[in-house]
């Protein structure tokens, strides 16, 4: 019986083991689009009212938590009885994530011009700003659930060939970083400009030590924001670029002369042009047949 009780402990042994150093490869694999899920977090969760910053916050991180509950069960599902499937969702999100890129350069190169007059917080009434803020949580966790669908394909497609337990301890590390950890450095980032605040009342109106620290972080802000936009932009074409290359032979042997991240790079950005071109193509075709109609 004793013995018997250790051999179980010992295979769990060799179980973590093998989950923590899986999970270091996943991580790895999962950086880039972490990177983007960051920056668009930060991005989605900025800009209200200090107040109601951190519930926002709370209210998008528990729909993140949420998400990952419902795609965890399917990609195991998939990975036990189809896990072709993997692959092929794999490609089409990496599809999705080039084209978001592309477009966030398109439009970054070729600024949209402002119709009109938005209205601000300060114009709304009290209803109207909390069905803004509702509509932006939505819109958050919707952009969350298809981060999070590719966050968990890309770390199950690093462990589809190992055990279902191992898949199971590796990919639920990923997706618990992928809500707690990012979700705790957004908290940080969208409340630096309060603390630098505080730091500045904290001076009394004097040019010390306080007042600078405050001057800079509240100035930081926006900076951080907009660095973690271009970082991830440049990211989500560096992990579509690297599921093409390692998941479609046509590209094996393409450009094998250029450092790895360059090439990655290029095809992220060529495939994320191509999908933007066909996708504002279509729009244009039913915004046609629509005006005729």
């Known amino acids: 019986m004793a013995s018997g009780f250790f051999a179980l402990l010992d295979d769990i042994s060799v179980l973590m083991d093998d989950v923590l150093t899986m999970?270091?490869?996943?991580?790895k694999k999962t950086a880039g689009i972490l990177g983007d899920d960051l920056a668009v977090s930060a991005e989605k969760a900025s800009g209200f009212v200090s107040s109601r910053e951190l519930p926002v916050l709370w209210a998008i991180t528990k729909g993140s938590f949420l998400n990952k509950l419902i795609i965890l069960p399917f990609a195991f599902l998939l990975s036990a009885f189809l896990p072709s499937a993997v692959t092929v969702i794999l490609i089409f999100g990496g599809i999705y994530l080039s084209f978001e890129g592309a477009e966030t350069i398109f439009e970054f190169v070729f600024p949209?011009?402002?119709?009109g007059t938005k209205a601000t917080a300060k114009t709304l009434s009290k209803s109207a700003v909390l069905r803004l803020e509702k509509n932006k949580i939505k819109s958050a966790i919707l952009t969350d659930f298809i981060l999070s669908v590719e966050i968990i394909i890309i770390a199950l497609g690093t462990v589809v060939n190992e055990t279902i337990g191992v898949?199971?301890?590796v990919v639920s590390i990923i997706a618990t970083i992928a809500t707690a950890g990012v979700?705790?450095?957004?908290?940080?980032?969208?409340r630096m400009d309060d603390l630098g605040f505080k730091l500045i009342r904290m001076s009394d109106g004097q040019k010390n030590s306080f007042h600078f620290m405050g001057v800079g972080?509240?100035?930081a802000?926006?900076?951080v924001i907009k660095t973690l936009s271009v970082v991830g932009t440049i990211a989500l074409l560096l992990v579509s670029g690297g599921i093409f290359v390692h998941n479609i032979d046509f590209f094996h042997p393409l450009l094998e002369g250029l450092p790895g991240m360059l090439r990655e790079l290029i095809f992220g950005l060529s495939i994320g042009l191509i999908a933007f071109f066909v996708v504002s193509q279509?729009?244009?075709i039913l915004k046609f047949f629509f005006k005729k109609s």
């Open 23 to 27: 999970s270091k490869v996943s991580a």
């Open 112 to 115: 949209h011009k402002p119709k």
């Open 167 to 169: 898949q199971i301890g």
């Open 183 to 190: 979700y705790g450095l957004v908290a940080l980032i969208i």
């Open 217 to 219: 972080l509240v100035n």
């Open 221 to 223: 802000l926006p900076v």
């Open 282 to 284: 279509f729009k244009l």
